[in-house]
């Protein structure tokens, strides 16, 4: 069925390096991925949208790129900010305008 | 100002009680959704209605119950609670179409005793 995977549970770095969060996906469907990005005890919010393949979407210094042919849309930035410590969720939007989540990925980053 | 309002903020019932959770959105929009989000699992979709109208139900348990008296509004009422119904519940809205950004209130933490 269709399904998105986050495999990071907990992500854990020091201010300035880089980060990637995985996402793969698995639908029926042509794919549209969300990154939703969740700041402790307030709503999920739109970081990033895609639908088009091999074509880096950016936004607020994070960025992804949806690949059809690996079936990901890995989320980046070049460098974290102590700010960017949320919690990250990869969503697929099924038929019918529900989203379906992945797992989510917390990421910590320290000073 | 919120644009989504979810009321109250925070819950405690007993187990067996009925709540009704509020929300209200102000962003005119004619899609509104409940998701659920707890420690076990991730965002999980429970409803979506549009033009006030059922689309979709993925919540097998009929203790769950959407109420929409107003386009704007997407109530859900939960009876017979289970401390297993402890999350918190996410409204959200959109425009209805298929794969366009949802908005989600800031959330009602429900706790079961």
């Known amino acids: 069925g269709d399904s998105v995977t986050q495999t990071e549970g907990l992500v854990t770095l020091t201010k300035g390096l880089p980060v990637m969060l995985n996402c793969t996906y698995q639908t029926t469907y042509s794919p549209f991925l969300f990154w939703y990005v969740q700041h402790l005890n307030e709503a999920p919010k739109l970081l990033l949208k895609s639908s088009t393949d091999n074509k880096r979407t950016e936004h607020q210094g994070f960025y992804a790129t949806l690949h059809k042919s690996s079936s990901s849309f890995h989320l980046q930035k070049s460098s974290v900010q102590l700010s960017d410590s949320a919690l990250y969720f990869c969503?697929?939007?099924?038929?019918?305008?529900?989203?379906?989540f992945g797992t989510g990925t917390s990421l910590l980053v320290d000073p | 100002d919120p644009k989504i309002i979810q009321k109250p903020k925070y819950l405690v019932a007993v187990t067996g009680s009925e709540k009704i959770l509020i929300c209200e959105q102000y962003l005119g929009h004619n899609a509104m959704y409940w998701y659920r989000q707890s420690a076990k699992k991730p965002l999980e979709f429970m409803f979506s209605?549009?033009?006030?109208?059922?689309?979709d139900n993925q919540t097998a348990s009929s203790r769950f119950q959407p109420q929409s008296s107003k386009k704007n509004h997407l109530d859900l009422q939960i009876t017979a609670l289970k401390p297993d119904d402890s999350a918190t519940y996410f409204c959200?809205?959109?425009?209805?179409?298929?794969?366009?950004?949802?908005?989600f209130g800031p959330g009602t933490r429900l706790t079961v005793l």
């Open positions: 959200a809205s959109s425009q209805p179409r298929d794969r366009v950004e949802q908005y």
């Open positions: 969503a697929l939007p099924l038929g019918g305008y529900k989203l379906t």
């Open positions: 209605y549009s033009y006030q109208k059922l689309m």
